[in-house]
């Protein structure tokens, strides 16, 4: 019993850990490495090769890979790619409070979309309530934002309108391929990497790459910019791991509680290392966008009486997860990690 007490604490400490910190190390990497694009593929990359090795290992079972499944797979993989490359060009613009704020912002966004496109049920009061403190708490933000730059909001507009759309779009394909979770992972990675060099010749990505090796020398390699890229790598990876083991490991209650105050660790976090985030009245807004995310968490979780979430519930002790029974925040952990 003991042991099982030490193995859970473990696995809910490394997602603690995973989860709070991923958005400030990416952060950080992208600041030492600005080269969004191959750093993105080095992400996609590590998180290949590690399912495959995990996979190997027996660690976890993936879906095996083949043609036809990546064909009918392909447009969600764009999809994917083009969110992890707003946010990481987002990241490079704004500060992490930023990302937050508008990362906060999805569930109003997949809200309207659910309701307008995939005819779901308007969201019920308590829902509606927490999306209108999230987008007060956002505006807030906005307006009092002295690091404004048209750049970073550019960036942020682009990153939250294809990140809704990944939600939204990758719900009904996830459910009509039936894919596992790491199939998933490995299929949206894998593609996403051999889209990589594409988008690297079309933003003109590889020119500056060979610029500054050539003015390098043999002075090319930087040690710490290797190391904020290693974290970044091994943390998108890790935060899959300890995600889906505490999943399996804790109550769904207890779950989410974890990610509201990995999401509080992280503002703490960012706060005390460096200068670059909001100012003080920016904070409290975002602390404000963070608490209506909570109430919206309550309200998705009030819902978990029902017949269909407990069936849910049953998957989620056998690993197995329906995208359509995660709310927003949860779903992010279990497709795209990298931008949790």
């Known amino acids: 019993m003991a042991k099982q007490a030490y193995a859970t604490s473990s696995l809910v400490v490394g997602y603690a850990l995973c989860s709070s910190l991923l958005a400030i190390i990416n952060k950080y990497a992208i600041t030492k490495f600005s080269y969004p694009g191959l750093l993105t593929a080095l992400q996609y ?11 190997k290992l027996g660690f976890l079972y993936h879906d095996p890979f083949n ?10 993989a764009v999809v994917f790619y083009l969110a992890i490359f707003t946010n990481t060009h987002l990241l490079k613009h704004a500060n992490v409070d930023t990302f937050i704020v508008f990362r906060s912002l999805t569930p109003l966004l997949v809200a309207i979309a659910d309701t307008t496109f995939r005819k779901q049920p308007c969201p019920s009061k308590l829902t509606f ?15 009092t934002d002295s690091a404004f730059s048209l750049t970073a909001y550019s960036w ?13 779009y990758i719900k009904h394909m996830v459910t009509n391929l039936g894919l596992n979770t790491w199939g998933f992972v490995l299929y949206n990675n894998l593609l996403s990497l051999l889209m990589a060099p594409v988008f690297g010749l079309l933003t003109g990505e590889h020119l500056s790459i060979f610029r500054a090796i050539e003015s390098r ?3 090319w390699f930087e040690l710490d910019a290797f190391v904020a890229v290693s974290l970044s790598c091994v943390f998108g990876l890790l935060i899959s791991f300890f995600g889906f083991a505490a999943r399996k490991a804790i109550s769904a209650t207890a779950f989410t509680v974890t990610g509201v105050v990995n999401k509080f660790l992280t503002v703490a976090i960012n706060v005390m290392i460096w200068d670059k985030h909001a100012s003080t009245f920016g904070l409290v807004c975002l602390l404000f966008t963070l608490a209506g995310g909570v109430l919206y968490q309550q309200s998705v979780t009030t819902k978990g009486n029902s017949p269909g979430q407990q069936e849910a519930a049953e998957k989620q002790g056998r690993g197995e997860y329906d995208t359509d029974e995660l709310d927003e925040e949860n779903q992010m952990l279990v497709l795209s990690p990298k931008v949790v």
């Open 129 to 143: 309530t927490s999306l209108v403190i999230i987008l007060g708490g956002a505006v807030g933000y906005v307006m």
């Open 217 to 219: 020398g043999q002075g």
């Open 156 to 168: 942020a507009l682009a990153y939250l309108i294809t990140i809704t759309t990944e939600m939204v």
């Open 45 to 55: 990359l590590t998180s290949v090769v590690g399912v495959w090795v995990l996979g």
């Open 67 to 76: 043609f036809q499944t990546a064909k009918k797979f392909a447009p969600a």
